[in-house]
């Protein structure tokens, strides 16, 4: 769920903790995070594309990143 309510924020974390840390329990929040996509997503397998493409760029972005400290500090 954390990564379709990732998605459904485009990535901004600040709205996405104020999202989680508004319920008190975990049931509470997967309740919340349900009926927030689910009365807001009108085509699931566009939203799916969207959270598979984020994905893939925090998998690029990690490769590059350790590309980029191996460069830098020759390990």
Do not use: C, P
């Not at 990535?11 to 807001?40: N, Q, Y």
């Not at 997503?41 to 400290?69: G, Y």
């Amino acid at each position: 769920m954390m990564d379709w309510l990732y998605a459904f924020h485009n990535g901004d974390l600040d709205t996405l903790a104020a999202h989680v840390g508004a319920t008190e329990s975990i049931a509470e929040f997967e309740r919340k995070t349900k009926t927030l996509i689910d009365s807001t997503i009108v085509d699931r397998h566009v939203f799916k594309a969207r959270v598979e493409q984020m994905w893939r760029e925090k998998r690029e972005w990690q490769k590059t990143t350790a590309q980029l400290a191996q460069e830098v500090l020759g390990r």
